[in-house]
């Protein structure tokens, strides 16, 4: 019996493991476009890896990615608070630290591309789609890149947003919305696609 539970604990640890590596790299991105800061964002996919681990590695491999992402937007919502807290201080106390933002847009190139006026153009799209994303509301940002991005389902994405799943529907349509009507001057044919992933 303890043999079987101990393999069995092994499989799962693996699972749980290839789960986190696939997904740390998006988690990154996307913490790093809400908090603007790099060092920041990379201590809170950190934070919620690790809660992960605590808290739910007993959980199905399918509860992984709702509870991650969960886990991943109450920790930029918990430092966009501390944040506005930080701030409020600061303005009572009459200073500031001065310190500059880190710029969050940061190309990678993922692969070579077919020739220098393309990668221009390909560039020139992806800084215009990062800010414009960077710029939605949070609630929207949230939305679109969790069905996105990461392929979530509406109602996984209203589980990690603690919301019902016409608030993902709604949130999500008035981000393609304005991230279309935006982009149409670059790249009228960006295909936005308005169902979203499925259900």
Known sequence: MRPALRRRSVTDSAALNRFLAGVERRAFRMARLAVKDVDEAMDIVQDTMLTLVRKYADKGEG????????ILQNRITDWHRRRIVRSRVMMVLGR?????EVDPIQQVADGP??????????????QRMAALVEALPHRQQQAFLLRTWEGLSVAATARAMRCSQGSVKTHYSRAIHRLRSELTELRPELPLDTGGRGP
């Open 63 to 70: 509860d992984w990615p709702p509870l991650f992402h969960r």
């Open 96 to 100: 500031s630290d001065g310190a500059e």
């Open 113 to 126: 591309a077919a020739n220098p006026e393309y990668r221009v153009q390909l560039d020139a799209v992806s």
